[in-house]
T-cell receptor, first 113, second 118 residues
Framework: GENVEQHPSTLSVQEGDSAVIKCTYSDSASNYFPWYKQELGKRPQLIID?????GEKKDQRIAVTLNKTAKHFSLHITETQPEDSAVYFCAASKGNAGNMLTFGGGTRLMVKP | GAVVSQHPSWVICKSGTSVKIECRSLDFQATTMFWYRQFPKQSLMLMAT?????????EQGVEKDKFLINHASLTLSTLTVTSAHPEDSSFYIC??????????????FGPGTRLTVL
């Protein structure tokens, strides 16, 4: 089955700096890659996603890049703010966006004011 | 937007009892619901895929007789943890897949249920 690795497990940045989280996946058939933000004790919230027919997608301060050949994708957060502090999960899925998700291990992002 | 609810939000029970967790899609029909378990400071691990009107598909290592899943309608799936033990204490999260096609993600997460088994 699919295996998703995520790095780093923790990331501390100064407010205003950029943060980058990287994920790799094993199944070349995966074609949908969402990123979720989860605050303590709450549900994961979808923040951005990308499909395999696109190499990059941006939404304000958040961007995701995908390298299908290398089977890795990354989340980029620019101009970080304290409210960006949370755990971020990448995931991979085959088929359409509603198929089962395999999650990465998560990255705890801490943005210091 | 699509809303998924879970009930209860938290539960504390004694070892050996059974606990039922409900997952409801409030404003859409969900042909498929997924049940995840999340231990503290860990990732979400898929336990099973629940399809309306059919048996759930369990992931490897998940005991189907211990984690009973019922998806009796297009808006409700239940997870029953039978004979719960302290090691079952975890955060259980469901997600529901909309039966409508969507250009974006059509899988929506519930708020989770924190189970503590004493």
């Amino acid at each position: 089955g699919e295996n998703v690795e995520q790095h780093p497990s923790t990331l501390s940045v100064q407010e205003g700096d950029s943060a980058v989280i990287k994920c790799t996946y094993s199944d070349s058939a995966s074609n949908y890659f969402p990123w979720y933000k989860q605050e303590l004790g709450k549900r994961p919230q979808l923040i951005i996603d990308i499909r395999s027919n696109v190499g990059e997608k941006k939404d304000q301060r958040i961007a995701v890049t995908l390298n299908k050949t290398a089977k890795h994708f990354s989340l980029h957060i620019t101009e970080t703010q304290p409210e960006d502090s949370a755990v971020y999960f990448c995931a991979a899925s085959k088929g359409n966006a509603g198929n089962m998700l395999t999650f990465g291990g998560g990255t705890r992002l801490m943005v210091k004011p | 937007g699509a809303v998924v609810s879970q009930h209860p939000s938290w539960v504390i029970c004694k070892s050996g009892t059974s606990v039922k967790i409900e997952c409801r899609s409030l404003d859409f029909q969900a042909t498929t619901m997924f049940w995840y378990r999340q231990f503290p400071k860990q990732s979400l691990m898929l336990m099973a895929t629940s399809n309306e009107g059919s048996k759930a598909t369990y992931e490897q290592g998940v005991e189907k007789d211990k984690f009973l899943i019922n998806h009796a309608s297009l808006t409700l799936s239940t997870l029953t943890v039978t004979s719960a033990h302290p090691e079952d204490s975890s955060f259980y999260i469901c997600s529901a897949r909309s039966s409508r096609s969507s250009g974006r993600a059509n899988q929506f997460f519930g708020p989770g249920t924190r189970l503590t088994v004493l």
